[in-house]
């Protein structure tokens, strides 16, 4: 691809004609992305460790009543949540398709002694198992998959979950995602980072598709020595609180609970929700 392709691309495109995600899975993106998840100055890959030990204290306490438990985290990065969680004396599973997270889990898993079950898979295709307390999928991710296989991930959750398990999804709430749609377009340079080792231009724009409530963002990356353009996109499929509730009684849970924000948070953003899915 080059600069004309740019100039002449379509002017708005389809949720999900154009690519699914950031390239999560693939091996040197996924080395750079592990920088990101453990930079403790900034949450955007995964929130930095003091706030992620709140969030596990309140599922401990809260979700799991402080019982050991077996949990599956879908999704789980590099591991933070599941390595607290075993230390705390939950039995745990986490999985992911990013390389570097999944290597850099079970390196810290066997320096602590910690057990956990860590697989390198997609969630669309993994076997879940059985026998859970909580299957949970934190920060946002959910919102990435096409709805067929958001669902698929809520039912083959609820079949993985025991009798009175639980599931929990934090994901990205409906007014984020429609005002990330209406971002204007944007471009940073870069001398290297998370979107290539070499100096860069990235250039962005965002969509918001009103059929399919979802928003869409175009990236180009232009390696600054050769002018090579490198095409992505990512999609959120934005979701009612109405549409949730329903999609999770239609898999088979029998109560679902909103939380506008993780419990005890100062975050007012709106950006998150958590959604709590009794089996
Ligand atoms: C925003 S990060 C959150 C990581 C972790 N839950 C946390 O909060 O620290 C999203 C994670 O989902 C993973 N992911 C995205 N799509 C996936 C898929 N289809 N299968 C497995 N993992 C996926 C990414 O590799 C990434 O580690």
Redesign the pocket.
């Not at 985290?73 to 590099?78: H, M, S, T, V």
């Not at 999985?95 to 990013?98: H, N, Q, R, W």
């Given at each position: 691809m080059n600069l004309k392709d740019i100039v002449n691309r379509s002017e708005i495109p389809i949720p999900w004609t154009e690519g699914e995600?950031i390239p999560?899975?693939e091996p040197a993106f996924?080395q750079r992305?592990l920088r990101e998840?453990l930079s403790q100055e900034h949450d955007a890959?995964?929130?930095r460790f003091a706030i992620?030990d709140q969030h596990v204290t309140w599922i401990h306490t809260t979700l799991l009543k402080e019982q050991p438990s077996r949990l599956l985290?879908?999704?789980?990065?590099?591991g933070?949540?599941v390595s607290r969680l075993a230390i705390l004396g939950h039995t745990c599973t986490g999985?992911?398709?990013?390389p570097a997270?999944i290597e850099y889990a079970k390196k810290r898993n066997e320096e602590q002694y910690t057990g956990i079950n860590l697989f390198q898979?997609?969630?669309?295709t993994?076997e879940y198992g059985s026998g859970y307390d909580l299957v949970m999928?934190?920060?946002?991710?959910f919102n990435?998959?096409r709805k067929p296989?958001a669902r698929s991930i809520l039912k083959k959750a609820q079949d993985a979950l025991k009798e009175d398990g639980r599931l929990l999804i934090?994901l990205n709430s409906y007014s984020c995602l429609h005002n990330f749609g209406l971002t204007a377009p944007g471009w940073h340079a870069a001398p290297g980072g998370l979107f290539s080792a070499q100096p860069y231009l990235f250039l962005e724009e965002s969509f918001w598709n009103e059929e399919l409530q979802a928003a869409t963002r175009r990236m180009y990356v232009i390696d600054a020595a050769s002018g090579d353009v490198q095409q992505m996109a990512d999609n959120h499929q934005a979701y009612t609180k109405d549409d949730l509730r329903l999609m999770a009684i239609e898999c088979g849970f029998t109560k679902v609970e909103f939380h506008a924000n993780w419990p005890g948070q100062m975050d007012d953003s709106g950006d998150y929700l958590l959604m709590v899915c009794q089996k």
């Open positions: 995600k999560w899975d996924s992305m998840h890959a995964s929130r992620i985290d879908l999704g789980c990065g590099p933070f949540y999985v992911d398709f990013s997270s898979h997609d969630v669309r993994f999928l934190i920060y946002g991710e990435t998959f296989d934090e």
